[in-house]
């Protein structure tokens, strides 16, 4: 027991950025298993519109902070400061904007979009704050909370049968709550810094835009074949795809975790160091990667039907295998990814992402008559081609810095 428990401090930080994302993910199979396949659809399209838009609230902004700061809390904290205004400010204008679209519901769209901003944009951008403040500690008891009371929802939403509007006015004050817990320890004020905005725009150097540029690019590509399953397909189909995507999406609370934990192991780390950072993390995701792949390829019409409860969406396996191997991509991209962001060479993915898009359009173009399946390969093909281009990238930049390392010596 006594080596259980210093295993787990010694992880608490990973094992609590899993815990999160895992109790997010695993409400999502709970409400799917009740809702009607509109009703799931209908919240799948907007959470993936929300998560589009909630992108330009966060552009890179969280490893930019970290970086561009050096890891200087108080910079940190002014920056954090600052981008959450703004991340506040589009969650705003965004809400009233809505109003006048031609939504099917408007309050379930407010409401899913709050839920994002809580559950993703709002812990991406503190998240820089613990990182530099050597507090992975803390923010790993509060995303502990966090995902118990998720798991409490998920198992309340289930027992009661709640309603999509029910779940997301709860799902939203569980967000809320993790808000105030996190503001408390930052000590930040909002409204101070919001009447004298103008005079810190000098926190913001030219640097930003290899971080907004590489954001843009990678929501592109990633995000372009779900926003057509979401607008052009219907919301029965919307469904098939997203049940699939969840349940695939395993794979990236993987790469999401431990591209936060080593991108600032990374920094002002030596070569060797990174290496074996690198071949550590490659060889643990892979492996778990690869396990998740063969019991998908096995069971994975029964985990469908599983989870979700309806043999509807056995019909999603197809779509489950062209997703997981996609994530892989994105996993080994990741981890050759992480070295880039952390040496300060963030711009140069921009071009190798703009490559994806004009592949994930292309595939659209040339597939889109066969629907989900088109967008799935088009998710797969350009995810690919990201992992295997920062591969080899991140291989060059460290060769390339070794060499200048022994010229210097």
């Known amino acids: 027991m006594q080596k259980i428990k210093q295993i787990f401090l010694n992880n608490i ?3 609590s950025l899993y815990s999160r994302q895992i109790a997010g993910t695993l409400i999502l199979f709970v409400i799917a298993r009740y809702l009607s396949v509109y ?9 993936a519109i929300a998560t589009f838009i909630l992108t330009f609230a966060c552009l890179g902004y969280n490893e930019y902070i970290l970086v561009s700061s050096n890891k200087n809390v108080h910079e940190v904290k002014l920056k954090i400061t600052l981008f959450l205004i703004n991340a506040l400010a589009i969650v705003l204008s965004t809400s009233l904007i809505s109003i006048f679209c031609p939504l099917d519901m408007h309050l379930i769209f407010i409401l899913v979009l709050i839920r994002a901003f809580f559950e993703t ?15 992975l500690k803390i923010i790993s008891y509060i995303n502990i909370l966090y995902s118990i009371l998720v798991s409490l929802l998920a198992l309340i939403s289930f027992v009661f049968k709640l309603s999509l509007f029910k779940f997301l006015v709860l799902s939203c004050l569980i967000g809320f709550i993790n808000y105030i817990q996190c503001s408390i320890y930052l000590k930040i004020n909002i409204f101070n810094m919001l009447f004298k905005i103008k005079n810190y725009f000098y926190l913001i150097d030219k640097s930003i835009f290899g971080y907004i540029g590489v954001i843009i690019a990678f929501l592109l590509y990633s995000q372009i074949p779900s926003l057509y399953v979401s607008t052009f397909l219907s919301k029965e189909d919307a469904a098939l795809y997203f049940s699939a995507f969840t349940i695939a999406g395993i794979i990236g609370l993987l790469i999401s975790a431990q591209n936060q934990k080593i991108v600032p192991e990374m920094m002002k780390n030596t070569i060797q160091n990174i290496k074996k950072l690198i071949k550590n993390n490659f060889n643990f995701v892979m492996k778990i990667n690869t396990f998740i792949f063969v019991l998908f390829l096995l069971f994975g019409k029964q985990l469908l039907l599983l989870i979700y409860g309806q043999e509807y969406y056995q019909n999603g396996h197809i779509l489950l295998l062209l997703f997981t191997l996609g994530n892989i ?3 080994l991209a990741n981890i050759y990814g992480a070295y880039i962001t952390a040496s300060g060479n963030q711009h140069i993915k921009i071009h190798m992402q703009l490559e994806a898009i004009i592949i994930s359009i292309l595939v659209l173009l040339l597939f889109n008559k066969y629907g989900v399946y088109a967008a799935s390969l088009a998710y797969l093909t350009s995810a690919t081609h990201v992992g295997i281009r920062y591969t080899l990238k ?7 810095n070794e060499l200048l390392k022994a010229e210097s010596n």
């Open 13 to 15: 930080y990973a094992i």
């Open 39 to 47: 009703d799931y659809g209908l919240f799948s399209s907007y959470k």
């Open 121 to 135: 944009t709002f812990f991406a951008l503190i998240l820089p704050y613990f990182q530099a403040s050597n507090k």
């Open 329 to 331: 991509s994105l996993a």
């Open 394 to 400: 991140t291989k060059q930049l460290l060769k390339q």
